[in-house]
């Protein structure tokens, strides 16, 4: 493919517009903790926005000073990230997450928790330099045995969904940071992972607008700067393209039916589901022309070359009239507005919670060891219940992790489970990981005769789950068992504790439950 001349702006080689505007809607990513020469170069080109991932991030002090040096390049750019919370995290990506995700949000079913949880986190990317977090997730996770979605969401219930999104977006801008609702038009009642294939949602219209745009609807009221789109199918919407790619749903549904004039960004370009049927470059002319304005691309595909075949993908169709000039500078130039919000926001960022702003360190420890927002959360978000008095245990326990094997946008880098909390309260306990048909009979023989706690994450998608569960169960009645995915088996031990999400929070609060630190509100007899 030809690549045309970037010469930086003033340069006598000279830089035209639409080179530039090709740039500036791409929001790539890159390796390292510092960014790479080729990433500051091209953001003296026009390139206007950044994706960062775990892989980019070791502390608070090493990210602000990667995002100052992203901006002595370009004052304005969007340093965008992938910041959940709860199970999905990039700030805390080695330790676990501070805030509980939305489901557990979505459990307490209280929306000004919801708006602070959001606030805090918010204000903790504001002050590290992001300013633009691909959060919340709007789904209404309608099929149980969605392997993407779960916990991500805010629950099952539409209306739940999206009361819980609009305070989730307002206390995120309320931070100075753009919120990035997504994705767009629902992926909650799939069951295909859009990362490893194109999944199809096959509903009718009444269904799609009571069910999966509601809390999008909610979303936009309350704000949203910009909208991820989804990388399915819907037939009812449009029966051939997946909605990254159709213009019937960006443009007809999102943009004129629905009202929205905020920013449309795309899933990553390199998931499967549009890399493995339409390819990266003729993917992202589709989603251009379709009504997207900002190409995601960098979870999977971080370097130059990645960044230049788009630049030049758009370039062309442009000139061969497959992209209209126009629909590109009204992308970049949708992307530059948003720029100068987040600007002007992070100045005028209120405080949610009646408190002054927290300084970078103290931030860092909210909702954990001091007892902040997130951990408050997380045990508000407990369902226990028990088949007789509990007595907790007073000497080490043996913790059994059935660990499933994690999805993509979830990550296999974050640690989770109640292993490290019950350690801090019951010195000596282990931790041993398990998996697969004889899970079961391999924790009882590592456990001996300490007392076990059977850590799960979705049962109800994992047979073999259930059947190492029943092992424990029939040998070892009082095992404890802690349910830290989607809650729909019923509880069957002598102690059984719903988290509603894997965040390291989640893990604390179940094992002071556990250890009798702390007694639950919320005990079922």
């Not at 767009?184 to 009571?210: C, E, K, M, N, Q």
């Not at 051939?240 to 443009?251: E, G, I, K, Y």
């Not at 339409?278 to 992202?284: M, Q, R, T």
Request: aromatic content about 4%; some cysteine.
């Amino acid at each position: 493919m030809t690549t045309f001349a970037t010469g930086s702006p003033g340069s006598s080689s000279g830089q035209d517009g639409l080179t530039r505007d090709a740039l500036t809607v791409l929001q790539p990513g890159f390796t390292g903790t510092t960014a790479p020469d080729w990433l500051l170069r091209r953001l003296g080109e026009g390139l206007a926005s950044v994706g960062l991932f775990g892989r980019n991030i070791v502390s608070p002090g090493q990210l602000a000073a990667l995002t100052a040096q992203l901006r002595a390049e370009h004052e304005d750019v969007l340093v965008a990230i992938d910041e959940e919370g709860g199970d999905v995290t990039r700030l805390e990506v080695r330790t676990g997450s501070s805030f509980p995700g939305n489901h557990a949000l979505g459990a307490v079913d209280d929306t000004d928790l919801t708006r602070q949880v959001a606030f805090a986190l918010g204000r903790r990317l504001a002050q590290c330099g992001v300013n633009f977090n691909w959060a919340p997730s709007a789904d209404v996770n309608a099929n149980p045995s969605n392997p993407v979605i779960g916990v991500r969401s805010f629950g099952a219930d539409p209306g739940l969904v999206a009361r819980h999104t609009a305070a989730y977006v307002g206390g995120l801008q309320a931070a100075g940071v753009a919120a990035c609702t997504k994705h767009f038009p629902g992926h909650g009642d799939t069951a295909v992972d859009s990362h490893l294939s194109l999944p199809r949602i096959d509903a009718d219209r009444s269904l799609v607008d009571t069910r999966d745009l509601a809390p999008f609807r909610a979303a936009i009221a309350a704000g949203s700067r910009a909208m991820m789109s989804a990388h399915i199918l819907v037939p009812v919407l449009d029966p051939d393209l997946p909605a990254t790619l159709s213009r019937s749903v960006l443009t007809g549904l999102l943009r004129d039916e629905l009202g929205y004039d905020g920013l449309i960004v795309t899933d990553g370009m390199e998931m499967r589901a549009i890399s493995g049927t339409y390819g990266i470059e003729h993917g992202s002319v589709l989603a251009l022309a379709a009504g997207a304005d900002a190409i995601c691309v960098g979870g999977g595909l971080a370097d130059e070359e990645t960044v230049l075949r788009l630049r030049d993908a758009l370039v062309t169709a442009v000139r061969t009239g497959e992209l209209a000039e126009e629909r590109l500078a009204d992308a970049a130039n949708r992307v530059r507005a948003l720029a100068r919000w987040t600007r002007e926001a992070v100045g005028g960022a209120e405080d949610v919670d009646g408190t002054s702003p927290e300084p970078l360190g103290r931030a860092g420890r909210a909702g954990g060891a001091d007892g902040g927002i997130g951990l408050v959360a997380a045990r508000r978000a407990l369902t226990t219940t028990f088949r007789e008095p509990y007595a907790p245990p007073t000497r080490p326990v043996y913790v059994a992790a059935f660990t499933p094997v994690a999805n993509i946008a979830v990550g296999d880098e974050t640690p989770w489970g109640v292993g490290a909390e019950l350690a801090r309260l019951l010195p000596g306990t282990e931790t041993g990981t398990f998996a697969g048909d004889s899970a079961g009979a391999s924790a009882l023989a590592v456990a001996g005769t300490r007392r076990i706690v059977a850590v799960v994450r979705d049962e109800h998608r994992h047979p073999w789950m259930t059947a190492a569960l029943d092992i424990l169960l029939t040998t070892r009645p009082d095992t404890i068992v802690v349910e830290m995915g989607v809650p729909q088996s019923p509880p069957r031990a002598a102690l059984h504790i719903a988290t509603h999400g894997a965040a390291r929070v989640c893990g604390r609060a179940a094992a002071e439950i556990i250890a009798g630190v702390r007694q639950s509100g919320d005990l079922v007899p």
